[in-house]
């Protein structure tokens, strides 16, 4: 069963400049979160959903970031315009696959680097 | 708030056994996790231990949980080279939610 897909897997970009990381999460799981993990730290979530519903966004920085899930499926996850503290890995993760519990499983993320 | 805390480093020597610890404060958590990041590479879940539970037991891996501490720990049997990773903690006050994490612990493992 193929896991969590997330591209690109790294990115470069100048400042300001607008950026968009996609997310495909496992079939069958309902609910997709996306994470920010800055160097030498855990992750930290910035949005969760459920099917195309966001019901967790409080961590969003909203005028920057914003995010949608279509159709309750694939996720994108766009900044504009990004900031040098922008620089991070954005993690993708799933959940919600009945008999498993709804342990979240994760992606190999996407390397941003702003300069 | 939620906060989870983790010692920074462990080395150990291959063979031997490692012990990851971890603190949590939020007594509502109901779930809680061990991950290994590799480097370059996204999590991948170790196990996790329901807070009913004071011990998981899955091949190299113990998970002990004193819940009146909130005090959880990982321990890995025989580590090997291979097991050489960041292992993060983390809590769920309820399944599917948000997870909070800790930093992290680097394990180096020595031949």
């Known amino acids: 069963e193929a896991g969590v897909v997330q591209s690109p897997r790294y990115k470069i970009i100048e400042k300001k400049q607008p950026v968009a990381f996609w997310c495909n999460p496992i079939s069958g799981h309902n609910t997709l979160y996306w994470y920010r993990q800055n160097l030498g730290q855990g992750p930290e979530l910035l949005i969760r959903?459920?099917?195309?519903?966001?019901?967790?966004d409080s961590q969003l920085p909203k005028d920057r970031f914003s995010a949608e899930r279509l159709k309750g499926v694939d996720s994108t996850l766009k900044i504009q315009p990004a900031e040098l503290g922008d620089s991070a890995v954005y993690l993708c993760a799933s959940s919600g696959l009945l008999g498993a519990g709804e342990t979240q499983y994760f992606g190999p993320g996407t390397r941003l680097l702003v300069l | 708030g939620e906060d989870v805390e983790q010692s920074l480093f462990l080395s150990v020597r291959e063979g031997d056994s490692s012990v990851i610890n971890c603190t949590y404060t939020d007594s509502s958590s109901t779930y809680l996790y061990w991950y290994k990041q590799e480097p370059g590479a996204g999590l991948q879940l170790l196990t996790y231990?329901?807070?009913?539970?004071d011990m998981k037991q899955d091949q190299r891996l113990t998970v002990l949980l004193n819940k009146k501490d909130k005090h959880l720990s990982l321990r890995i049997a025989d580590t090997q080279t291979g097991d050489s990773a960041i292992y993060f903690c983390a809590e769920s006050a309820n399944q599917g939610g948000k997870l909070i994490f800790g930093q992290g612990t680097e394990l180096s493992v020595k031949p």
């Open positions: 959903y459920e099917n195309e519903e966001a019901v967790d």
């Open positions: 231990i329901f807070s009913n539970m």
